[in-house]
């Protein structure tokens, strides 16, 4: 059976090993990223990205739906043009 990304409905989001969130693909192909309770409630916790610290120093953990194929932080971490497109075909 072959894979078929249009029938996945989330990714788990890992950091050094750690589940950390989840990409959700919502209705009107959007997409929302929200962090797992436990990686909020650790003080301790890696930080995945500075995009996601608070003017006050805390973890923004009110995110938007986005109608990217995957929220900007995460779109930003793979490659572009032709290699993306090379990618995508092998998923």
Same mark, same amino acid.
């Given at each position: 059976? %072959?894979?078929?990304? %249009?029938? *996945? ?6 950091? @050094? $090993?750690? @589940? #950390? ?7 009107? =192909?959007? /997409?929302?990223? +929200?962090?797992? /309770?436990?990686? #909020?409630?650790?003080? %301790?916790?890696?930080?995945?990205? *500075? ?5 006050? $120093? $805390? *973890?923004?953990? /009110?995110?938007?739906?986005? +109608?990217?194929?995957?929220?900007? !932080? !995460? ?6 043009? @032709?290699?993306? =497109?090379? *990618? +995508? %075909?092998? +998923?």
């Amino acid at each position: 059976m %072959k894979f078929d990304p %249009k029938t *996945l409905n989330a990714l788990s989001v890992r950091l @050094h $090993g750690r @589940h #950390i969130g989840v990409i959700t693909r919502l209705a009107g =192909d959007r /997409q929302l990223f +929200a962090f797992e /309770q436990a990686y #909020i409630d650790d003080p %301790k916790r890696p930080i995945l990205s *500075l995009s996601f610290k608070g003017s006050t $120093g $805390g *973890l923004v953990t /009110q995110t938007r739906p986005t +109608a990217r194929r995957v929220p900007p !932080f !995460f779109s930003n971490l793979l490659p572009e043009g @032709h290699l993306r =497109d090379y *990618l +995508a %075909k092998r +998923a």
